[in-house]
């Protein structure tokens, strides 16, 4: 089927979620394709390391999002792979003790208002700042922070009342104790991928595509590039010609925030729990995180660290953020527990060459720009992942089922499926 003297129909850029979906819908329709990576694993952002803790430790993605409707809870269902379908307790930590009943419901309002507040600004097309919309002079602003940063991985200031408000979440975010990026690595056998090797340029004059690699050259009729926007808004991967600005300008307008975790091996007894619990820990200042302790009865306890506070961590130099993190859980359950603690490892997604950050959010006023990626370039060129998807941005299954729907639009501009 193939229309010009390539090698492929199709080159895929990036082994992640997005890219092996691709894969998967290329090689359904039985077109001829190559998947190349720069990483010497696949997963991307979806990965799960089981051999730090002796059990399965996402790095990246792990809570199945708006899981009722998550074309990934299926999937973990098909190859036995555990997650909990109930909501574990939460407990808000504010200056070292937990919120009453009170104060809790005064929080839940404030959220409250907040979305709706939000989503009025959107529905209005207001596309500005989240601060404009919200009150931040409640004592329960920092808290919103917190959630926000978590949540989008980025500083309220950088957010989008028209983005925070198109993304779908049914409420229902379902953590997977046997390992979310397991899930993908699953999906992942049988397609070929040609690891450890980095594209580097992508030479669109003429017909098809040329592609050059840290491993050599490749010809293709299209190509469907996966990496994050803040990858190629670095200009990790150059292009020949230059892409149109207003592509340029839609990869910066999403950049990929922060969202790290630090993983403690520690004795579930210390944490004080016997079961599951996740907490949001709101020491005096603007240094909120939120850990979840015992998944699945685990001696372990994750902390996921987001927003800015990542920045001024990472700052304070090597094992700041591990220290941090052990300040805050030891800020909850005592400092006696201190000599309980074991292995201690951190994620470094900000220092992934190819991928430069966690998930995209549109800058304020640029809520537009994951559309403007929907498009392909002269027709060859297709972006797909996680940024791109219309209403599961930031997650797992978003970029899945971008890099399907993107390879079926590439095949079709081929002539090898119906438009
Ligand atoms: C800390 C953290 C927590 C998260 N939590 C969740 C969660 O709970 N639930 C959820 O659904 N999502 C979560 N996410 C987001 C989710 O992991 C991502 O949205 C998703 O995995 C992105 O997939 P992708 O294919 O779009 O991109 P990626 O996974 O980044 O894949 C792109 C691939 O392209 C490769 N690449 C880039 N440039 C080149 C090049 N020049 N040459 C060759 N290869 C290249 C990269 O190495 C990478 O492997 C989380 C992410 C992080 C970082």
């Known amino acids: 089927m193939t229309k010009h003297r390539s090698e492929v129909d199709i080159a895929i850029v990036g082994a992640g979620a997005a890219g092996l979906g691709a894969a998967r819908a290329a090689t359904d329709a039985g077109a001829s394709f190559i998947v190349l990576e720069a990483l010497p694993r696949i997963g991307g952002r979806a ?35 555990a997650y909990r379908s109930e909501p574990s307790a939460w407990l808000t930590m504010s200056g070292g003790r937990a919120l009453d009943d009170r104060e809790t419901q005064d929080l839940d309002a404030y959220l409250d208002v907040s979305a709706t507040a939000i989503q009025a600004a959107a529905a209005s097309g207001r596309d500005v700042a989240l601060p404009e919309v ?52 699953r999906l992942a056998a049988g397609i070929p991928v040609q690891l450890g090797t980095r594209v580097q340029q992508i030479d669109w004059n003429g017909d098809g595509v040329r592609i050059d690699t840290s491993a050599g050259t490749i010809r293709a009729a299209a190509v469907i590039v996966t990496a994050s926007t803040s990858a190629l808004a670095a200009g990790t991967i150059a292009f020949a010609p230059d892409l149109p600005a207003a592509v340029q300008e839609a990869f910066a307008a999403l950049p990929c925030g922060r969202a790290e975790k630090v993983g403690i091996a520690i004795d579930k007894r210390w944490l004080g729990v016997s079961d599951y619990l996740s907490m949001s820990v709101e020491p005096a200042g603007p240094r909120g995180m939120s850990f979840q302790f015992a998944e699945a009865g685990r001696d372990f306890a994750n902390a996921y660290i987001a927003g800015d506070l990542c920045d001024e ?107």
């Not at 049914?170 to 046997?178: A, D, F, H």
């Open 134 to 185: 919200l009150d931040l002079a409640s004592r329960w602003a920092p808290s919103l922070r917190r959630g926000f940063a978590a949540e989008w991985a980025s500083e309220i200031e950088w957010l989008s009342t028209m983005d925070v408000a198109g993304y779908r979440d049914t409420n229902q975010n379902w953590p997977v104790s046997g390992g979310y990026g397991e899930i993908v690595a």
């Open 47 to 81: 990965f799960t390391d089981s051999a730090r803790f002796g059990f399965p430790w996402d790095l990246g993605c792990h809570w199945l999002h708006s899981a009722d409707v998550n074309s990934f809870t299926a999937l973990a269902d098909r190859f036995g792979i």
């Open 313 to 419: 961590l990472d700052a304070e130099g090597p094992g700041g953020m591990e220290a941090a993190a052990i300040d805050a859980l030891l800020g909850v359950i005592g400092g006696e527990a201190r000599r309980a603690i074991g292995a201690v490892h951190r994620t470094n997604w900000r220092a992934e060459e190819t991928i430069l950050g966690s998930y995209a959010a549109a800058l304020p006023g640029k809520a537009g720009a994951r559309a403007v990626l929907r498009e392909p370039v002269g027709d060859r060129i297709f972006f797909a992942g996680e940024a791109l998807h219309p209403e599961f941005y930031s997650t797992c299954h978003g970029a899945d089922e971008s890099g399907w729907s993107t390879a079926r639009a590439a095949l079709a501009a081929l002539g090898a499926l119906p438009a």
